[in-house]
């Protein structure tokens, strides 16, 4: 959801070769595979949250969302893909810009089908490109995705109508035109409009968003959702570590954690069961919301798996379903 400055502060070094799709927002990272281990049948596309980016700077000084896990995915022979929307719009709005680059990797790639992974604010807009065009996804995988919502938006929301509700969106905007900016764009390139993202990411927004777009959610509070319906497979897992390392600066999300549940059964942003989606491969992760995602610079609890495994592992699993 949420990284405003951090991220796009941190500047790190990137070993990896990518390579650029032409007239697309979408970037393909690419590498001789020394495995296949990772190679689905259908191309992977990921897909960021709230305040994401593909990579803040350029290489080799540049510093990826998805802190080195889109390269190993890339080196175990995936053909893999991140995208890049509005930092801060409505879960539709995003949605539309991300359907768009789903069908420019469609046609770069010769593919019928692709398996869509969102981080947070991500996984609505992911469930958005499947309601769209329920042909074009083979699976559908969420990562702590604010689902039915975040207790942090509806605080932020009660800012609306008050004296402080320009200045904060005009500030937020800002931020998202800046981050555009730091990924070498222009910063209109993109529409920016932070009071809607947070009415996306409300309860009631979320419940609005789930009534039009209701494939893979659960039918009860913290339950499973379909694992597969409209021949699309719906995965889901999160975390719910909030300071997870000491010398991380996502540690400050132990403040916006105790806004959930009394501070338990979330990753700083978004509760377990608001998380839940399609099949749970696991909701009890020890990340934060960052860690999720391999940031900050892959900083974790000492005995938390790796995300970069993680992920390596979930493509096998969507290479063994066929997909």
């Known amino acids: 959801m949420k990284y405003g400055l951090i991220t796009a502060a941190c500047i790190a070094a990137m070993t990896m070769t990518t390579a650029q799709a032409n007239s697309t927002q979408a970037k393909q990272y690419t590498a001789k595979a020394s495995t296949q281990y990772a190679k689905t049948k259908y ?15 350029s290489d080799p000084f540049g510093l990826d969302y998805w802190y080195q896990i889109l390269p190993d995915l890339a080196r175990n022979g995936a053909n893999v893909w991140a995208t890049r929307v509005s ?42 490109v499947a309601g ?7 699976s559908l995988t969420s990562v702590g995705g604010p689902h039915k919502g975040s207790p942090v938006a509806d605080l932020i929301l009660k800012a609306e109508g008050t004296v402080v509700e320009g200045p904060l969106v005009g500030g937020v905007n800002l931020v998202s035109k800046a981050i555009t900016w730091a990924q070498g764009l222009d910063p209109n390139s993109f529409p920016h409009n932070s009071l ?93 919301h960052l860690d999720e995602v391999n940031m900050v610079f892959g900083l974790k609890a000492m005995f938390a798996p790796d995300p970069v495994d993680v992920y390596r592992q979930h493509a096998n699993r969507l290479k063994l379903q066929g997909l």
Request: with cysteine.
């Open 87 to 128: 930092p801060f719009n409505s879960s539709e709005v995003r949605g539309e810009q991300l359907k768009q680059q789903v069908e420019e990797i469609l046609a770069i790639t010769g593919a019928q089908k692709v398996n869509l992974i969102g981080h947070s604010h991500g996984g609505p807009t992911i469930r958005y």
């Open 132 to 138: 769209v065009i329920p042909n074009k996804v083979a």
């Open 196 to 288: 809607e993202g947070g009415r996306s990411l409300t309860a009631a927004g979320s419940a609005a968003f789930n009534q039009k777009f209701p494939i893979g959610m659960p039918t009860t509070s913290c339950g499973e959702g379909s694992y597969q319906e409209k021949g699309i497979y719906n995965y889901s897992f999160t975390g719910v570590g909030q300071v997870t390392n000491l010398l991380d600066p996502d540690s400050a999300l132990k403040v916006t954690a105790l806004l959930i549940d009394g501070g338990k059964n979330n990753d700083g942003l978004v509760s377990r069961c608001s998380a839940k989606f399609g099949k749970t491969i696991r909701d009890n992760y020890n990340w934060n």
């Open 43 to 57: 191309p992977i596309v990921f897909g960021h949250g709230m305040a994401g980016f593909i990579q803040i700077g």
